[in-house]
């Protein structure tokens, strides 16, 4: 009895020593954890501990059947109005949100643009769209059509009041749009954080209808859109035109995907300054447009004569984008010309992307020939801690062969870009997964994350 009640000191003394060294690995285990996901922030391309990709997105948005509507909207909608889950509504012709009106879409809501009138939707300057879908529920705009195709019906127009740098504060639309007054189609002013409403959990299929005198349609259009307008968690899949339109105005987009589209995936323009982070453009070889198609487009102007000088110029900050061309053989559609560059850039822009994925084009960027290559002019256009993947040559001049001036510049280690040669299959987590891919990166067996994991959330 006493022999062990004289043990009992170092007993205790062992037992606290298991339970401090048991401590001790689990800080060591934490800070490790930690540490790796300190690393893992500085990944490149788009984001997250978990695929944001998941579970509100179409990638194949032909399947589903919604029936047929149960309301239409045609016209004018001068009072506010909220559209419902339970019903299936029909956009018959070009209709206007006017008169500093509110329309609401409740979660879950599917709106059909009509085929045979080219239905569209747009958001009059002074008005707002609150179209806030859920995760689960996301609210869905498409085609009309059981066999849907690009260019189905028109697309989605939210006009504002923030600057833009033609000649004057306003600008009109110029897509062949008939509203009963010019200003439902004006755009521009002098408030850069107006706010036109909300998109989140939102997809935009099959719209881009083309026209003769005017082009195509773009999926999504953005003019004059002010800081205070949300857009985030919006998808634009098989659009006929330009997926994202962004003209003029300032602007956030995040989480925003374009997929498939026929023209450019996001196309800048008029002044615009917008940051776009944690996005992503996929495109296809086999679906291009003959007047250019690439998954960033930048320029101030159409024609500079008409651009005021005194304005802002187009800036893009771009960070922690995915551009990624899917092919099976894109060494072979390279070669006979299925394949153009992924970014261009105009005169007189400032462009900026960094930590970003590059994949599968020929080249990853080209520099307008009027862009003279000097100090000036590189230090407005910045590629930083970017991956270029697959590519057939980097970073060119339009017109120019040699490329070698700029090769120097953005293959320095200031810049800290990396160069490599892999298939999709090696380059991305999942990316030939048909319903919900996973574009993030993966070197090393490392996903690319910005968030500290927490405890528990391992999944």
């Known amino acids: 009895m006493f022999d062990s009640l004289d043990k009992m000191p170092f007993l205790l003394n062992i037992k606290n020593m298991t339970i401090m060294k048991k401590i001790t690995l689990t800080s060591f285990f934490f800070l490790l954890t930690l540490g790796s996901c300190m690393f893992a922030q500085q990944e490149k391309g788009i984001t997250g501990?978990?695929?944001?990709?998941?579970?509100?997105?179409?990638?194949?948005?032909?399947?589903?059947?919604?029936?047929?509507?149960?309301?239409?909207?045609t016209g004018e909608i001068t009072e506010n109005t909220v559209l419902t889950k339970r019903n299936i509504y029909l956009l018959l012709g070009d209709v206007f949100v006017t008169d500093s009106t509110t329309l609401t879409i409740e979660p879950g809501t599917v709106i059909l643009g009509d085929f045979k009138t080219k239905g569209s939707l747009t958001i009059s300057r002074?008005?707002?769209?609150?179209?806030?879908?859920?995760?689960?529920?996301p609210i869905i705009f498409t085609?009309?059509?059981?066999?849907?195709?690009?260019?189905?019906?028109?697309?989605?127009?939210?006009?504002?009041?923030?600057?833009?740098?033609?000649?004057?504060?306003?600008?009109?639309?110029?897509?062949?749009?008939?509203?009963?007054?010019?200003?439902?189609?004006?755009?521009?002013g002098d408030d850069p954080f107006s706010n036109s409403g909300v998109l989140k959990y939102v997809r935009v299929e099959y719209a881009g209808k083309?026209?003769?005198?005017?082009?195509?349609?773009?999926?999504i259009t953005l003019a004059g859109v002010g800081l205070k307008t949300t857009i985030?968690?919006?998808?634009?899949?098989?659009?006929?035109?330009?997926?994202?339109?962004?003209?003029?105005?300032?602007?956030?987009?995040?989480?925003?995907?374009?997929?498939?589209?026929?023209?450019?995936?996001?196309?800048?323009?008029?002044?615009?300054?917008?940051?776009?982070?944690?996005?992503?453009?996929?495109?296809?070889?086999?679906i291009s447009s003959p007047d250019?198609?690439?998954?960033?487009?930048?320029?101030?102007?159409?024609?500079?004569e008409n651009a005021d000088t005194t304005k802002k110029e187009t800036f893009v900050n771009a960070e922690n984008l995915t551009l990624v061309n899917v092919?099976?053989?894109?060494?072979?559609?390279?070669?006979?010309?299925?394949?153009?560059?992924?970014?261009?850039?105009?005169?007189?822009?400032?462009?900026?992307?960094?930590?970003?994925?590059?994949?599968?084009?020929?080249?990853?960027?080209?520099?307008?020939?009027?862009?003279?290559?000097?100090?000036?002019?590189?230090?407005?256009?910045?590629?930083?801690?970017?991956?270029?993947?697959?590519?057939?040559?980097?970073?060119?001049?339009?017109?120019?062969?040699?490329?070698?001036?700029?090769e120097s510049w953005y293959g320095s280690r200031a810049f800290d870009n990396v160069y490599s040669k892999g298939p999709d299959s090696e380059t991305f987590i999942d990316s030939e997964n048909s319903r919900y891919p996973d574009f993030r990166l993966r070197i090393n067996k490392i996903i690319a994350s910005n968030e500290v994991i927490e405890e528990g959330n391992n999944e």
């Open 143 to 188: 085609s009309s059509k059981t066999d849907k195709k690009q260019g189905d019906w028109g697309g989605l127009f939210i006009l504002g009041d923030a600057p833009i740098n033609t000649f004057g504060n306003v600008s009109s639309l110029n897509y062949g749009l008939n509203p009963a007054l010019t200003e439902t189609i004006s755009y521009g």
């Open 126 to 137: 002074g008005s707002k769209i609150i179209a806030e879908g859920l995760v689960t529920d």
């Open 327 to 406: 092919s099976k053989d894109i060494k072979s559609d390279i070669q006979v010309g299925l394949v153009q560059e992924a970014i261009f850039i105009g005169p007189d822009v400032s462009f900026s992307i960094d930590k970003s994925v590059i994949s599968g084009f020929k080249p990853a960027v080209i520099l307008d020939d009027n862009i003279a290559i000097n100090s000036e002019n590189l230090e407005k256009i910045q590629f930083q801690q970017s991956y270029f993947n697959n590519c057939s040559g980097n970073i060119f001049r339009k017109g120019y062969s040699n490329n070698d001036d700029l």
């Open 292 to 304: 250019g198609s690439r998954c960033i487009y930048v320029s101030s102007y159409d024609l500079k």
């Open 210 to 219: 083309h026209t003769k005198d005017f082009g195509n349609f773009s999926g």
């Open 49 to 73: 501990y978990n695929n944001w990709l998941n579970p509100w997105t179409d990638f194949r948005p032909n399947n589903p059947n919604y029936g047929e509507p149960t309301q239409i909207l």
């Open 232 to 286: 985030n968690n919006v998808m634009v899949s098989y659009c006929q035109g330009n997926s994202f339109n962004v003209l003029g105005g300032e602007v956030v987009l995040s989480q925003t995907i374009s997929y498939r589209s026929s023209k450019n995936d996001y196309y800048f323009n008029y002044g615009a300054q917008c940051h776009i982070d944690n996005s992503l453009a996929v495109r296809s070889p086999y």
